[in-house]
């Protein structure tokens, strides 16, 4: 069988500039002329088994070391590299390769794994239009909008305050001077003005529905899923429909919706805000507030409407000369859909983001029907008090799964002191360190992490494990 030849020149001239020998005192040493050294280390003379031996007895070399089965991998590694697209043509054949590997493992070795960081980054740029599609911020490439995205693009991001809505309502609230029955004062408008009766039908007559306007027979009928609160709510939305419904509508106009289902879905968001507005009039509910420093359950009790409806009050409160603290709110279902978002000045999605999972909102599911309340912190040093409590749907049957969402109540730091929820928690509580969204957030070594950030690579350190399956470097 014929002897395999050891090319191993590279190694040779690392081992001797490691010793820091010149050619002629490295070839005295192993008894070779200098020239011969020199035709070795250009890979043009192969190693004798003699001269392995004299390597090893003069500079304690592993032989192991200078066989080229140990840079195998390092070479078929640069041969998938360079067989990229990108790179397909730049080298005539495999030769260098095998030098670069030979000459310079290290180097060649940071080649890979710079490469896979490349391709790592390259898939996670391609989620980036996915991503901002699911914050409601597609690009121009990623396909057509549903006109509920389109609706909830513009909602989402303005100041959630309508002035003329607002004066409107309070008007009609004053006019129908309802005392503690918002409910009975407006069927009684209802039936005087517009010869409307009110009737609440069983879950086997309107399965479908929660509220109903039979013009024919001008009745409106209302589900008995709904709760009492819920019940006023929609009483309150065709109350408002038919005594406000021009001032709805001028206000609709102002945006610039693409197709009539956006519109109508627009005239329904803001439909469902007179009802709120009309329920909880301006002043008397901005008033009750500050009062009770915004106390969510006290202000649900004084307006005889649901925590949910009364949290969502909160975000409303920017009348100019009258203004609340600026809340946002956020209101999620167990597995993660977002039904709604919206801020005083804007949801806050690039400050804030909403898609970090240790927000207290995730937290709340397990603990149903509490008011969890946090101080978060935000990669860039950005804080936020935060309140989350659960919400129970409308009911259902014994053979239906009741929905249960969640919704989070949030507002700058430095509003806290004017809070009852901030005043709870002092000035030494604990702060909860968020981010944005796991795919945007940079935070290390971060036990909740869902996803890996599409701006760095995952760790690519076979001798190191992190935390997660998604740390990165």
Partial sequence: MAENKI???????RIRNGLNLTQTAMADELGISPSYLNLIERNQRPLTVQLLLKLSETYHVDLADLQAGRQQGVFSELKAIFSDPLLAGELPGDQELVELADAAPNAAAGVSKLYRAYREQQVRL???SQLLAREGRMLGSAGARLPIDEVHEVF???????AAIETAAEALHARLAPGDDLLGAMRAWLKREHDVSVRVLPLATMPLWRRRFDRHSRRLFLSERLSVADRIRETAMEVCQMAIGDVVEAESRTFTFETDEARRLARFELVRYAAHALMMPYQAFQGAAERAGYDIDVLKGRFQVSFEQAANRLTMLQRQGAPGVPFFMLEVDNAGHRFRRAGA???PVQRFGGGCPKLPIHAAFAQPGQILVERAEMPDGAEFLLIARTLEGISGGFEERPRRTAILVGCDIG???ETVYGRHLGEKSAIVRI???????????CLARAEPPLTRPLGLDEMVTGLSAFDFQ
Avoid: Y
């Fill in 7 to 13: 090319f191993a020149g590279p190694r040779i001239r």
């Fill in 126 to 128: 391609s989620d980036l």
């Fill in 156 to 162: 989402e991001t303005r100041p959630n305050f309508f």
């Fill in 345 to 347: 000045r804007g949801f």
């Fill in 415 to 417: 509003f806290k002191d």
């Fill in 435 to 445: 981010g944005p969204a796991c795919r945007l957030c940079e935070r290390q070594g």
